[in-house]
C-alpha cells in the first residue's frame, strides 16, 4: 500500500470513533475483546499494529482500521488471527497463529476480532 493510502487511512481511523455495537455483539464482549486485544500477555496488537485508541502503537503490522472493508468475510479474519488460512499468511510475517499454536483460546480470538472489526 502506498504512503498516500496510508495517510488517508490514518486520518479516517483518527476521525471515527470505535463503534460499541455489532450484529449480534454485545458491547461488553467488545470490551473484553478490547482488553484481550491490549493486553501484553495476551493478543499484543499494539506491540505491531496501531488500534482504537491503544497508547503507543507499533508500526511493524498495517494499521487495523476499516476492517469491515478490508475482511467482509468476518470469518477470514478470525482465520488470519487463529493461523488457518495459508491463503491469508504474509511471507516472512512475524505475527504468531494465535490458534494454532496455543497463544490464545477460540473464545479470546473471537472476542479480539468481534473487537477489531468493529475498528
Same mark, same amino acid.
Given at each position: 500500500?502506498?504512503?498516500?493510502?496510508?495517510?488517508?487511512? =490514518?486520518?479516517? /481511523?483518527?476521525?471515527? =470513533?470505535? #463503534?460499541? /455495537?455489532?450484529?449480534?455483539?454485545?458491547?461488553?464482549?467488545?470490551?473484553?475483546?478490547?482488553?484481550?486485544?491490549?493486553?501484553?500477555?495476551?493478543?499484543?496488537?499494539? /506491540?505491531?499494529?496501531?488500534?482504537?485508541?491503544?497508547?503507543? *502503537?507499533?508500526?511493524?503490522? *498495517? /494499521?487495523?482500521?476499516? #476492517?469491515?472493508?478490508?475482511? *467482509?468475510?468476518?470469518?477470514?479474519?478470525?482465520?488470519?488471527?487463529?493461523? =488457518?488460512?495459508?491463503?491469508?499468511?504474509? *511471507?516472512?510475517? #512475524?505475527?504468531?497463529?494465535?490458534?494454532?499454536?496455543?497463544?490464545?483460546?477460540?473464545?479470546?480470538?473471537?472476542?479480539?476480532?468481534?473487537?477489531?472489526? =468493529?475498528?
Amino acid at each position: 500500500m502506498n504512503s498516500k493510502m496510508k495517510q488517508l487511512l =490514518t486520518a479516517f /481511523a483518527m476521525s471515527c =470513533t470505535v #463503534m460499541t /455495537a455489532s450484529v449480534g455483539v454485545q458491547a461488553d464482549e467488545l470490551a473484553e475483546g478490547k482488553k484481550l486485544a491490549f493486553d501484553r500477555s495476551k493478543g499484543n496488537c499494539l /506491540a505491531c499494529h496501531m488500534a482504537g485508541d491503544g497508547a503507543q *502503537p507499533g508500526n511493524i503490522g *498495517p /494499521a487495523l482500521i476499516a #476492517m469491515k472493508l478490508r475482511y *467482509p468475510d468476518k470469518q477470514k479474519l478470525y482465520n488470519k488471527v487463529w493461523g =488457518t488460512d495459508d491463503a491469508m499468511k504474509v *511471507p516472512n510475517s #512475524m505475527m504468531p497463529e494465535f490458534g494454532s499454536h496455543g497463544i490464545l483460546s477460540d473464545d479470546e480470538i473471537r472476542k479480539i476480532v468481534d473487537y477489531i472489526y =468493529t475498528l
